[in-house]
């Protein structure tokens, strides 16, 4: 029966122009929503920008631009990786919104009237680059975890603070109990030793001198500003209209399963902030928050703060975009640290695509083209004919059930590798039967590849949307999405490679 999901990224900072690390989790979420969607779910799939950090007005004020001109350039910027890299989300919120402001006050006055609020004098060392305290020992000689070259400040003012200890047993429960599945499993071993250090009651405002005078005002004190991630972290509600009483926010929070995609380095946040602060508002929690690793160069998180980046779009100037897709997807573990080359690019390039996949499709179409025929598909013997110890149809399968699981667990690379699996299979099954010797009587073969491939190809959609669409197109396969084309008759003509050798 389908479902509703609504799957959600992180909000990056706009401090500065996009980089490949959050591009990375923007396919992610893509290729998810791409396949839930192919699985006859329905999906909405949430994107943004956090426009109300301090990073962003000291940033602003380096350049000499007003805060909001500098925030809404850089947000278009963010804006336009969806046709950069061919991706299909249905909102953009950015905290500067009216909508978004609504959500905050009122999340905020449900947490306050539940009394959860205070306020408390309070000394702490603070990064701008987190926007966050951190304690001593969480230090790494002196310098932030994620911020290396940065040495946190002493901060002290009077400031409100949400009661985090008082939910501390149960969200304990929630995260043991897999009430909010967190992935990998690691990571949820990092999360349960986390709470179970004790969790302290967290600052959630910050003096309106400190906030540059920019962000969302507590209510009923001019001089304070709400603190960002309280304020960045209600996105996922805001944007559904939660401070309106939409009925999207019934539809997709309440009635939908939500799914944060997010970086390591802000789990603590969405794992234990967010969901106390939604059971102190008697809200419905996530049920899954996916947690991903870096990217790296040469072992080094790329980061905007850090100056280690690669700038996407200049990327997409010498790539194809959905070359980038399938590398960021195939070639590194969804949950731990990869680094980035373009060498391995290129390796991959060459190997997967331009002699893999698309030499199949040329091979394929080419022997199409010499049969000089329509090729009736209701001639495959998909499930009768052996093949490597079985039927051809039981290797497609157990393949596209590989696929299907693997998807479901968040394990891209190894979704995508089982495809490439059917590829080579394909390419030692054309070796196998030969069919170039006698054309004339090859058309159970041809119908056999071609339906192989059909799946092949439909199942690339969340990885490589716009290929696929082309490379059905050249099939001139109707009825593929109700998987009634297999009765077809079809005529195959040769096409242009896919993927063109690149000079080295």
């Given at each position: 029966?389908?479902?509703?999901?609504?799957?959600?990224?992180a909000?990056?900072?706009?401090?500065?122009?996009?980089?490949?690390?959050?591009?990375?989790?923007?396919?992610?979420?893509?290729?998810?929503?791409?396949?839930?969607?192919?699985?006859?779910?329905?999906?909405?799939?949430?994107?943004?920008a956090?426009?109300?950090?301090?990073?962003?007005?000291?940033?602003?004020k380096?350049?000499g631009?007003p805060?909001?001109?500098?925030v809404?350039q850089?947000?278009?910027?963010?804006?336009?990786?969806?046709?950069a890299?061919?991706?299909?989300?249905?909102?953009?919120?950015r905290?500067?919104?009216?909508?978004h402001k609504?959500g905050?006050?009122?999340?905020?006055q449900?947490i306050?009237?539940?009394?959860?609020?205070?306020?408390?004098?309070?000394?702490?060392?603070?990064?701008i680059?987190?926007?966050?305290?951190?304690?001593?020992?969480?230090?790494?000689?002196?310098?932030?975890?994620?911020?290396?070259?940065?040495?946190?400040i002493v901060?002290?003012?009077?400031?409100?603070?949400?009661?985090?200890?008082?939910?501390q047993?149960?969200?304990e429960?929630?995260i043991?109990?897999?009430k909010?599945?967190?992935?990998p499993?690691?990571?949820?071993?990092?999360?349960?030793?986390?709470?179970?250090?004790?969790?302290?009651?967290?600052?959630?405002?910050?003096?309106?001198?400190?906030?540059?005078?920019?962000?969302?005002?507590?209510?009923n004190?001019?001089?304070?500003?709400?603190?960002?991630?309280?304020?960045a972290?209600?996105?996922?509600?805001?944007?559904?209209g939660?401070?309106?009483?939409?009925?999207?926010?019934?539809?997709?929070?309440?009635?939908?399963e939500?799914?944060?995609?997010?970086?390591?380095?802000?789990?603590r946040?969405?794992?234990?902030?967010?969901?106390?602060?939604?059971?102190?508002?008697?809200?419905?929690?996530?049920?899954t928050?996916?947690?991903?690793?870096?990217?790296?160069?040469?072992?080094?998180?790329?980061s905007?703060?850090?100056?280690?980046?690669?700038d996407?779009?200049?990327?997409?100037?010498t790539?194809?975009?959905?070359?980038?897709?399938?590398?960021l997807l195939?070639?590194?573990?969804?949950?731990?640290?990869?680094?980035?080359s373009f060498?391995r690019?290129?390796?991959?390039?060459t190997?997967?695509?331009?002699?893999?996949?698309g030499?199949?499709i040329?091979?394929?179409?080419?022997?199409?083209?010499?049969?000089?025929?329509?090729i009736?598909?209701?001639?495959?013997?998909?499930?009768?004919?052996n093949?490597?110890?079985?039927?051809?149809?039981?290797?497609?399968?157990?393949?596209?059930?590989?696929?299907?699981?693997?998807f479901?667990?968040?394990r891209?690379?190894?979704?995508?590798?089982?495809?490439?699996?059917?590829?080579?299979?394909?390419?030692?099954?054309?070796?196998?039967t030969?069919?170039?010797?006698?054309?004339?009587?090859?058309?159970?073969?041809?119908a056999?590849?071609?339906l192989?491939?059909?799946?092949?190809?439909?199942?690339?959609?969340?990885i490589?949307?716009?290929?696929s669409?082309?490379?059905?197109?050249?099939l001139?396969l109707?009825?593929?999405?109700d998987?009634?084309?297999d009765k077809?008759t079809i005529f195959?003509?040769?096409i242009?490679?896919l993927?063109?050798?690149?000079?080295k």
């Amino acid at each position: 029966m389908p479902q509703r999901y609504f799957c959600t990224t992180a909000l990056p900072y706009v401090n500065a122009s996009p980089h490949l690390g959050f591009v990375l989790e923007l396919v992610q979420t893509d290729a998810y929503a791409r396949f839930l969607r192919l699985k006859g779910h329905k999906v909405y799939y949430l994107t943004g920008a956090d426009e109300n950090s301090l990073k962003n007005v000291l940033t602003a004020k380096e350049k000499g631009l007003p805060v909001q001109e500098f925030v809404n350039q850089n947000a278009e910027r963010f804006r336009h990786l969806k046709e950069a890299f061919h991706l299909s989300y249905d909102d953009f919120i950015r905290t500067t919104e009216e909508r978004h402001k609504k959500g905050v006050l009122k999340l905020w006055q449900k947490i306050f009237d539940q009394g959860d609020i205070y306020k408390k004098n309070y000394e702490g060392l603070y990064c701008i680059g987190c926007e966050a305290f951190y304690k001593e020992n969480e230090l790494i000689n002196g310098f932030c975890p994620e911020h290396k070259n940065t040495k946190p400040i002493v901060v002290k003012e009077e400031n409100y603070f949400f009661k985090l200890s008082r939910y501390q047993k149960e969200i304990e429960q929630i995260i043991a109990n897999d009430k909010i599945k967190i992935v990998p499993e690691f990571r949820k071993n990092e999360i349960l030793n986390f709470i179970k250090q004790g969790l302290e009651d967290f600052s959630i405002s910050r003096s309106q001198e400190r906030a540059g005078n920019w962000g969302i005002r507590v209510p009923n004190d001019e001089n304070q500003i709400i603190y960002v991630w309280f304020d960045a972290l209600t996105n996922y509600i805001s944007a559904l209209g939660y401070g309106e009483n939409s009925s999207l926010f019934t539809q997709w929070w309440e009635e939908g399963e939500v799914i944060h995609f997010i970086g390591k380095g802000i789990s603590r946040f969405h794992a234990i902030y967010w969901p106390a602060m939604l059971l102190s508002a008697g809200l419905p929690l996530p049920q899954t928050i996916f947690i991903h690793g870096y990217l790296t160069i040469t072992g080094e998180k790329i980061s905007k703060s850090q100056g280690a980046i690669i700038d996407p779009f200049e990327l997409v100037k010498t790539y194809d975009p959905e070359v980038i897709r399938y590398f960021l997807l195939r070639e590194f573990s969804p949950f731990e640290d990869g680094d980035f080359s373009f060498n391995r690019l290129n390796e991959r390039y060459t190997s997967d695509l331009s002699l893999g996949l698309g030499n199949l499709i040329s091979r394929i179409m080419s022997l199409g083209d010499n049969y000089h025929r329509a090729i009736n598909l209701a001639s495959n013997s998909l499930a009768v004919e052996n093949f490597e110890g079985q039927t051809l149809m039981s290797h497609l399968q157990n393949k596209l059930q590989n696929y299907d699981q693997a998807f479901y667990e968040f394990r891209f690379n190894d979704a995508v590798a089982s495809l490439w699996e059917l590829v080579s299979l394909l390419d030692k099954y054309i070796t196998f039967t030969k069919p170039w010797v006698k054309i004339e009587q090859a058309e159970t073969v041809l119908a056999n590849l071609v339906l192989i491939l059909v799946e092949i190809i439909y199942h690339l959609q969340p990885i490589m949307p716009e290929i696929s669409r082309r490379v059905l197109e050249d099939l001139q396969l109707g009825a593929v999405v109700d998987r009634t084309y297999d009765k077809q008759t079809i005529f195959l003509k040769k096409i242009s490679p896919l993927f063109p050798r690149r000079d080295k």
